[in-house]
């Protein structure tokens, strides 16, 4: 079985370590002489390097490492990954581009065809992270303020819009939130591959939206045994609808030579915390059942970086440290490979690995912790033990 690797790509910029809180790199700080895209010359003055010049430094680092495409990331406070993808695409060889976005922010036909557009200008390297999105003022930001098993109903009909008008012409549709006559693409647009749909979402109607369109079911990772079970559930309904699904999980990296390494830039990086940075970090209201399971594995006051070690590897804290997923997994560069492994043994068929920061990150994780995986039985057998 061959399992599909992706990396992020920080579109609203990233830091230079775990301990830094500055968004140093991608043009999201000030700059000054220690940022990069961009920084300043020896005149101090700009040098020019634009923040999609360092995104195209981190796509070619993890394509010439093994990742097979990278996800770009969609939030108030990013650039739109609709402009990026095809900017980077120029960049690279066969790197696809996983471009998140909310369904209900665009017509589906009018999606279908930018879609197909961009498909046959990338060869095909185009995938969708499919988003409904939190609820609560970030939702409202967007100037969206469906419910949320309502934005999950909207979801669910703009796929079968924009899947349907892509099999040709003719395409009619009478939904609540669409309805189209005799749509579809032109020909030259419509044989194109639909897009590989990536499906994020927690709730029981989230559930059964995926079960209906996702080729892949994504979540952030959870405790393994919570995982498996919400991946079992939604390979359920999928089965009911006479289909099959795959899973995938995203998640960030901590991976050293050793786990005492690990353990300490983790360390290193709770430590430089401020106050105030632990208590924004606690998360404001959400409708969003997966952003409350993270939120769930934080204890409200933690003094401790190790108090927030979840079970061997699995470190809740991320979030304090950067936008996220709270838990992510932290070890030896063998430790790290034995945890996916475990992941894959458990209904695991991709991947979206992150690390911070990401130019660097993403060869180390190319290069030290991808080639181990599979050779992890050992680690694998004393877990079970």
């Given amino acids: 079985m061959t399992i599909d690797f992706y990396w992020r790509l920080p579109s609203h910029g990233c830091h230079g370590s775990l301990r830094d809180t500055a968004y140093d790199r991608g043009d999201w700080s000030p700059a000054s002489p220690r940022n990069v895209a961009p920084g300043l010359d020896r005149n101090g003055e700009d040098d020019g390097f634009r923040y999609v010049d360092h995104l195209s430094a981190i796509a070619k680092a993890a394509e010439s490492v093994g990742f097979i495409g990278g996800l770009i990331p969609s939030f108030p406070n990013t650039d739109d990954p609709w402009v990026i993808s095809p900017l980077l695409a120029r960049e690279t060889k066969a790197f696809r581009f996983m471009i998140a976005f909310q369904p209900g922010f665009l017509n589906p036909v009018h999606a279908a065809r930018m879609s197909a557009s961009l498909q046959r200008a990338t060869g095909g390297r185009t995938v969708f992270n499919i988003i409904t999105g939190g609820g609560g003022p970030s939702q409202l930001w967007w100037g969206d303020s469906f419910s949320h098993d309502d934005r999950y109903g909207r979801t669910t009909e703009f796929l079968d819009v924009f899947k349907g008008v892509w099999g040709g012409e003719g395409f009619s549709y009478d939904g609540r939130f669409y309805q189209v006559r005799d749509g579809g693409l032109s020909p030259l647009l419509a044989r194109e591959e639909i897009p590989e749909i990536w499906f994020s979402g927690s709730s029981d109607a989230a559930l059964q939206s995926a079960a209906k369109h996702a080729d892949y079911y994504l979540s952030w990772l959870e405790p393994f045994d919570q995982l ?80 927030l070690i979840v079970a061997p590897n699995l470190w809740g804290g991320f979030s304090l440290l950067r936008g996220g997923p709270a838990l992510g997994i932290v070890g030896s560069y063998e430790q790290c490979a034995a945890r996916l492994d475990e992941l894959i043994a458990r209904g695991t068929d991709a991947f979206i690995l992150a690390g911070t920061p990401h130019l660097e990150e993403a060869y180390r994780v190319g290069e030290e912790v991808l080639p181990l995986l599979g050779r992890s039985e050992g680690f694998l057998l004393q877990a079970a033990e």
């Fill in 228 to 307: 498996t079970d919400k991946f079992a559930r939604v390979k359920e309904r999928t089965a009911a609808l006479g289909g099959e699904q795959k899973c995938a999980v995203r998640v960030d990296l901590v991976a050293r030579p050793t786990e005492e390494e690990a353990w300490a830039e983790v360390r290193a990086g709770f430590e430089s915390l401020s106050p105030e940075r632990r208590q924004q970090a606690r998360g404001g209201p959400t409708d969003s059942i997966g952003a409350a399971r993270q939120q769930a594995l934080k204890p409200s006051e933690a003094t401790r970086y190790d108090e």
